[in-house]
């Protein structure tokens, strides 16, 4: 594991968890892909990841 994250989660384009290291929600991992491809998109919506959100 890496030292410098405390969380890690890898999934594909379709959601499926391909590793986690806690527990997250499949459904939230869908919107995530498109906040890396539009900067405005993530600075206004932020993100929610296992409940959490994110600026």
């Known amino acids: 594991m890496l030292t410098d994250l405390a969380k890690v989660v890898v999934f594909d384009q379709q ?10 929600a499949p459904n939230e991992l869908l919107s ?7 900067r405005d998109l993530a ?3 932020g ?5 959490r959100r994110y600026e």
């Open 15 to 24: 959601g499926t968890i391909l590793f986690s290291s806690f527990e997250v």
């Open 32 to 38: 995530l892909p498109r906040l890396f491809g539009d």
């Open 43 to 45: 600075i206004s919506n």
């Open 47 to 51: 993100m929610v990841v296992s409940g």
